[in-house]
């Protein structure tokens, strides 16, 4: 592991998913040099000088890109936002439950992750799976090359990460092109499920995973004998129990 922050393994490990979901060398220098002392201080102080930082970067890759929007470069400017949704859900998932502006931070960063998945015509696009009243939000993402319905990976979070991190780590666009279509989650206790919704973890994964294969297999260009499973981290525990309960996966 790239170990930039020796006496804080938390924050190492989050600025390894950074460089996962496509952050530049140059910015994660620039953003984690000044924070070198910071980081070898209590939670709530330290995680706010990460933030502090981390959210400037973020709010300098905008402007850039809207200058780039200007000059009609949609998909430069799609490259920028997607760093900057990057810095953003990096810094806020270091921030304490309920600390002030980790919402809003969250929400714009679902604001500017979707500007630029609109303007990189990936063809992916999000999704809302009816749930107990509510919603579980998720990304699907369509498989490249394939006529007729098409085999899809359900991808979920692991304990603490979300539907974007999870596309921004390439996963689903490299299946894509294997001929194989993603539905990227926040499944309950992630993401939007828990912070929009309110809607929190659960053991018997199975629970939700039904109706998400519902769902699935009610659309016309989704081959239903092909829906499997796949979960990183604490989702190696949801996604090998969701498919023993509910048979229909593959």
Same mark, same amino acid.
């Given at each position: 592991?790239?170990?930039?922050?020796?006496?804080?393994?938390?924050?190492?490990?989050?600025?390894?998913?950074?460089?996962?979901?496509?952050?530049?060398?140059?910015?994660?220098?620039?953003?984690?040099?000044?924070?070198?002392?910071?980081?070898?201080?209590?939670?709530?102080?330290?995680?706010?000088?990460?933030?502090?930082?981390?959210?400037?970067?973020?709010?300098?890759?905008?402007?850039?890109?809207?200058?780039?929007?200007?000059?009609?470069?949609?998909?430069?400017?799609?490259?920028?936002?997607?760093?900057?949704?990057?810095?953003?859900?990096?810094?806020?998932?270091?921030?304490?439950?309920?600390?002030?502006?980790?919402?809003?931070?969250?929400?714009?960063?679902?604001?500017?992750?979707?500007?630029?998945?609109?303007?990189?015509?990936? #063809?992916?696009?999000?999704?809302?799976?009816?749930?107990? #009243?509510?919603?579980?939000?998720?990304?699907?993402?369509?498989?490249?090359?394939?006529?007729?319905?098409?085999?899809?990976?359900?991808?979920?979070?692991?304990?603490?990460?979300?539907?974007?991190?999870?596309?921004?780590?390439?996963?689903?666009?490299?299946?894509?092109?294997? #001929?194989?279509?993603?539905?990227?989650?926040?499944?309950?206790?992630? #993401?939007?499920?828990?912070?929009?919704?309110?809607?929190?973890?659960?053991?018997?994964?199975?629970?939700?995973?039904?109706?998400?294969?519902?769902?699935?297999?009610?659309?016309?260009?989704?081959?239903?004998?092909?829906?499997?499973?796949?979960?990183?981290?604490?989702?190696?525990?949801?996604?090998?129990?969701?498919?023993?309960?509910?048979?229909?996966?593959?």
């Amino acid at each position: 592991m790239f170990r930039y922050f020796p006496t804080n393994y938390v924050w190492d490990l989050s600025v390894n998913l950074s460089i996962e979901m496509g952050a530049r060398m140059g910015e994660i220098a620039e953003m984690c040099e000044p924070l070198r002392e910071a980081a070898k201080a209590g939670d709530a102080e330290g995680s706010a000088a990460f933030r502090s930082v981390w959210t400037p970067m973020a709010d300098k890759l905008i402007a850039l890109a809207d200058e780039d929007l200007q000059r009609g470069r949609a998909l430069s400017a799609s490259e920028k936002l997607m760093r900057a949704a990057n810095y953003m859900i990096t810094a806020e998932r270091l921030q304490a439950q309920g600390s002030d502006g980790r919402l809003a931070l969250y929400r714009r960063h679902l604001a500017v992750f979707y500007q630029a998945l609109s303007l990189g015509r990936s #063809g992916a696009f999000r999704v809302e799976i009816p749930y107990e #009243g509510q919603h579980l939000a998720g990304i699907f993402v369509p498989a490249q090359g394939v006529a007729g319905p098409q085999p899809v990976l359900v991808q979920v979070n692991g304990f603490d990460s979300t539907k974007e991190m999870r596309y921004m780590a390439q996963l689903p666009r490299f299946l894509a092109r294997k #001929g194989v279509a993603s539905l990227v989650l926040d499944q309950p206790g992630t #993401g939007e499920a828990l912070r929009l919704n309110a809607i929190t973890a659960r053991p018997d994964s199975e629970h939700w995973a039904t109706p998400v294969y519902d769902w699935l297999a009610g659309r016309p260009d989704v081959d239903a004998a092909r829906i499997g499973m796949e979960g990183v981290s604490l989702g190696g525990y949801y996604a090998p129990r969701a498919v023993a309960f509910e048979p229909r996966f593959a």
